[in-house]
């Protein structure tokens, strides 16, 4: 069974730093595309980073760019975001997600992965 599993949120002040981990069982994590989202309350969930399957290659909102950094360990089987310069804007649930194995592409849209996350909770305040 495919499960993503994140870990790493909490409460941070503005100007910190947080990495979220997203440990993946199932499946092979350099396999899929991985990419992650946050929901703020009464907003949509929104694409923030992905990482491609094949090439590596990367894909950052313009809210996160210079920001925040996406990575993978092989042998943890674990999904990273690194999180620096933190906002109190930042403060959302933060998923990450893996679209299906056939894609190797990177995309920011919440409808392109089918395997999710719980969430974990990020809030960045003074």
């Known amino acids: 069974q495919l499960q993503l599993v994140e870990s790493g949120g909490g409460l941070v002040q503005p100007g910190g730093s947080l990495r979220l981990s997203c440990a993946a069982s199932?499946?092979?994590?350099?396999?899929?595309?991985i990419g992650w989202f946050r929901q703020a309350p009464g907003k949509e969930r929104e694409g923030l980073s992905c990482?491609?399957?094949?090439?590596?290659?990367?894909y950052y909102a313009d809210s996160v760019k210079g920001r925040f950094t996406i990575s993978r360990d092989t042998a943890k089987n674990t999904g990273y975001l690194q999180m620096n310069s933190l906002k109190p804007e930042d403060t959302a649930e933060y998923y990450c997600?893996?679209?299906?194995?056939?894609?190797?592409?990177?995309?920011?849209?919440?409808?392109?992965?089918?395997?999710w996350g719980q969430g974990t909770q990020v809030t960045v305040s003074s």
């Open positions: 997600a893996a679209r299906a194995p056939w894609y190797f592409d990177c995309s920011p849209d919440v409808i392109e992965y089918i395997y």
């Open positions: 199932g499946f092979i994590v350099d396999d899929y595309v």
């Open positions: 990482i491609s399957s094949r090439n590596e290659s990367t």
